[in-house]
């Protein structure tokens, strides 16, 4: 079976499904959102393919339903989190010397069982405990994840085909891409399960093990992960379920002299602090760990006094309010010419009047609620701000409601002082910050937007005058590092549009490309000599 040149499916990106009345899939997703809703689910820690009931617990109810309880999920603790170091450890030696086609199988086995087999659970699960709609769970939980999956397997294979140009007479060079020396800890966030499967898979795909944090808002739809990663085949041990404390699962992992890197998601706050403990750290570990980590952002959208107003309009109300705004790319602050200011305002207002808000299970609504109590107090304590702030003026939405569910209208606020802190800040909710500008001041503004705040994730500027779109495209060069034309600053696609930002924002390793996977590997050079030299001399020092 070794003895082959394998060659994996070349990679397409998963057809996204429309869930039109009547459909095959709408039946069936509706059919899963009523089972899931129905059903009390207890999840536990995950530790070398063992389910591990801690009692220290956790409820679980949908964001935009209180009543409606999921379940809960048990919480580990020190003892557990060095339990599940010990058991990635001894499953490291036999995952990392599996020959790479057959975990390659695994993967690509994963990808298949959430394509066919799991599509509806996973979709109705991301919807239930996240709330996102049938379109926003559709293009995470099945589609980005597949395309991960599918595309990191084709990456690996190119990785490890990437050797040496050259050979000496009598040499044969060689590369080996091994796993890293130690475990990986995968961090994931609350608001893509694509990027919470991917987190802990890309690693593990690359012959690494794997310690997984979940957010505490979605411990959910992992557990159905879990199982789907059992079926397919994947060892006991290779990835270890742990829901945790930050404090818990930092005093454990940082401190471990087997940690080995971290693939995480965000707050750039909490980055730092992470990149800070490992610098303290450093004499511990055996080798330098890998840190790789896409965090805040405060992302923009430039318009010209060139732009399609109808695509402008549509582009800041889809980037800013889609998923309730709880997108790290999500467009946040906006710079609209002072020539565009009524007509963009009065075009905004009647799109954000076609949003109808409330349950994901309302095929209907465009938005359901904000992910949990923490997340809203945060949110509408910018919107309060603002509400009394005498330098900006709400202008759209502003209301919120917690009665049945963690609920904020789309909000627009405009003000002239860039300085503004809903302007500056991270929100991560549906609040777009709107300024406008003197059209002769285009590029003064453009080298404002560069400066405008410590992060550089995605940005957009629309324009149909070429010359605009060029002198953006090099003053905003270092600003995003996602960079839209025309478009929302949302939405990248695997394979398409390799994502990660710099600045505050990350270290820019690109989820969706061999640029992430290629920080999971150690590589070893092998150079074999076939008959080596048995004097010590060289040709100049023969007698004259």
């Given at each position: 079976?070794?003895?082959?040149?394998?060659?994996?499916?070349?990679?397409?990106?998963?057809?996204?499904?429309?869930?039109?009345?009547?459909?095959?899939?709408?039946?069936?997703?509706?059919?899963?959102?009523?089972?899931?809703?129905?059903?009390?689910?207890?999840?536990?820690?995950?530790?070398?393919?063992?389910?591990?009931?801690?009692?220290?617990?956790?409820?679980?109810?949908?964001?935009?339903?209180?009543?409606?309880?999921?379940?809960?999920?048990?919480?580990?603790?020190?003892?557990?989190?060095?339990?599940?170091?010990?058991?990635?450890?001894?499953?490291?030696?036999?995952?990392?010397?599996?020959?790479?086609?057959?975990?390659?199988?695994?993967?690509?086995?994963?990808?298949?069982?959430?394509?066919?087999?799991?599509?509806?659970?996973?979709?109705?699960?991301?919807?239930?405990?996240?709330?996102?709609?049938a379109v926003q769970a559709e293009i995470d939980s099945a589609c980005e994840l597949i395309d991960f999956l599918r595309f990191n397997v084709y990456f690996m294979q190119q990785i490890y085909a990437e050797q040496p140009l050259h050979n000496s007479k009598g040499v044969w060079n060689s590369l080996q891409y091994r796993p890293l020396e130690g475990f990986i800890l995968a961090v994931t966030p609350f608001n893509f399960t694509a990027i919470s499967g991917n987190l802990p898979l890309a690693p593990a795909m690359m012959g690494n093990v794997v310690l997984w944090k979940p957010s505490g808002d979605a411990a959910y739809v992992p557990n159905l992960l879990m199982k789907i990663f059992k079926e397919a085949g994947l060892p006991d041990g290779v990835v270890n379920y742990v829901p945790s404390d930050a404090k818990d699962i930092s005093a454990a992992t940082f401190s471990s002299p087997d940690f080995g890197g971290i693939h995480f998601t965000g707050s750039t706050g909490v980055f730092k602090n992470i990149w800070e403990t490992?610098?303290?750290?450093?004499?511990?570990?055996?080798?330098?760990?890998?840190?790789?980590?896409?965090?805040?952002?405060?992302?923009?959208?430039?318009?010209?006094?060139?732009?399609?107003?109808?695509?402008?309009?549509?582009?800041?109300?889809?980037?800013?309010?889609?998923?309730?705004?709880?997108?790290?790319?999500?467009?946040?602050?906006?710079?609209?010419?002072?020539?565009?200011?009524?007509?963009?305002?009065?075009?905004?207002?009647?799109?954000?009047?076609?949003?109808?808000?409330?349950?994901?299970?309302?095929?209907?609504?465009?938005?359901?609620?904000?992910?949990?109590?923490?997340?809203?107090?945060?949110?509408?304590?910018?919107?309060?701000?603002?509400?009394?702030?005498?330098?900006?003026?709400?202008?759209?939405?502003?209301?919120?409601?917690?009665?049945?569910?963690?609920?904020?209208?789309?909000?627009?606020?405009?003000?002239?002082?860039?300085?503004?802190?809903?302007?500056?800040?991270?929100?991560?909710?549906?609040?777009?910050?709107?300024?406008?500008?003197?059209?002769?001041?285009?590029?003064?503004?453009?080298?404002?937007?560069?400066?405008?705040?410590?992060?550089?994730?995605?940005?957009?500027?629309?324009?149909?005058?070429?010359?605009?779109?060029?002198?953006?495209?090099?003053?905003?060069?270092?600003?995003?590092?996602?960079?839209?034309?025309?478009?929302?600053?949302?939405?990248?696609?695997?394979?398409?549009?390799?994502?990660?930002?710099?600045?505050?924002?990350?270290?820019?390793?690109?989820?969706?490309?061999?640029?992430?996977?290629?920080?999971?590997?150690?590589?070893?050079?092998?150079?074999?000599?076939?008959?080596?030299?048995?004097?010590?001399?060289?040709?100049?020092?023969?007698?004259?």
């Amino acid at each position: 079976m070794n003895n082959g040149v394998f060659n994996v499916p070349f990679p397409q990106n998963e057809p996204v499904f429309e869930y039109r009345e009547g459909s095959k899939e709408k039946k069936e997703l509706k059919a899963a959102l009523k089972e899931l809703s129905e059903k009390y689910t207890e999840v536990p820690v995950i530790i070398g393919g063992k389910e591990i009931k801690t009692g220290n617990t956790v409820e679980i109810t949908a964001p935009f339903d209180h009543s409606i309880r999921l379940g809960k999920y048990h919480k580990a603790g020190q003892p557990e989190i060095q339990q599940a170091i010990d058991a990635a450890m001894a499953a490291r030696e036999a995952w990392g010397k599996m020959p790479w086609f057959h975990r390659a199988g695994i993967f690509l086995k994963i990808a298949e069982l959430i394509s066919t087999k799991y599509r509806a659970q996973m979709n109705a699960a991301t919807m239930l405990s996240i709330g996102k709609t049938a379109v926003q769970a559709e293009i995470d939980s099945a589609c980005e994840l597949i395309d991960f999956l599918r595309f990191n397997v084709y990456f690996m294979q190119q990785i490890y085909a990437e050797q040496p140009l050259h050979n000496s007479k009598g040499v044969w060079n060689s590369l080996q891409y091994r796993p890293l020396e130690g475990f990986i800890l995968a961090v994931t966030p609350f608001n893509f399960t694509a990027i919470s499967g991917n987190l802990p898979l890309a690693p593990a795909m690359m012959g690494n093990v794997v310690l997984w944090k979940p957010s505490g808002d979605a411990a959910y739809v992992p557990n159905l992960l879990m199982k789907i990663f059992k079926e397919a085949g994947l060892p006991d041990g290779v990835v270890n379920y742990v829901p945790s404390d930050a404090k818990d699962i930092s005093a454990a992992t940082f401190s471990s002299p087997d940690f080995g890197g971290i693939h995480f998601t965000g707050s750039t706050g909490v980055f730092k602090n992470i990149w800070e403990t490992i610098g303290k750290n450093i004499y511990t570990y055996k080798s330098y760990p890998r840190i790789v980590g896409e965090t805040g952002g405060k992302d923009f959208i430039f318009a010209h006094k060139s732009a399609d107003l109808d695509a402008l309009a549509v582009a800041s109300v889809r980037g800013a309010f889609e998923y309730q705004g709880q997108k790290c790319s999500a467009a946040s602050r906006a710079y609209v010419p002072m020539s565009m200011k009524d007509a963009y305002l009065k075009r905004v207002k009647e799109l954000v009047g076609e949003i109808k808000m409330g349950s994901p299970m309302d095929f209907r609504n465009f938005m359901t609620a904000v992910v949990s109590k923490r997340a809203y107090k945060s949110i509408i304590a910018y919107i309060d701000y603002a509400k009394q702030a005498t330098d900006a003026e709400i202008v759209i939405g502003g209301g919120y409601d917690e009665s049945k569910g963690w609920f904020i209208e789309p909000t627009v606020i405009t003000t002239q002082n860039l300085e503004f802190k809903t302007f500056r800040e991270e929100i991560f909710g549906p609040v777009l910050t709107v300024t406008f500008y003197e059209d002769e001041k285009y590029e003064e503004y453009l080298k404002l937007c560069n400066s405008g705040n410590e992060y550089a994730l995605t940005g957009s500027i629309f324009a149909r005058c070429r010359d605009a779109i060029i002198t953006a495209f090099e003053l905003l060069e270092d600003a995003a590092g996602n960079f839209y034309i025309n478009d929302k600053p949302t939405g990248a696609v695997v394979g398409q549009q390799p994502f990660g930002g710099g600045r505050g924002s990350g270290t820019n390793d690109k989820a969706g490309s061999y640029l992430n996977l290629i920080r999971w590997v150690n590589t070893r050079t092998v150079k074999e000599t076939f008959v080596p030299p048995l004097a010590i001399g060289y040709p100049h020092m023969e007698a004259e």
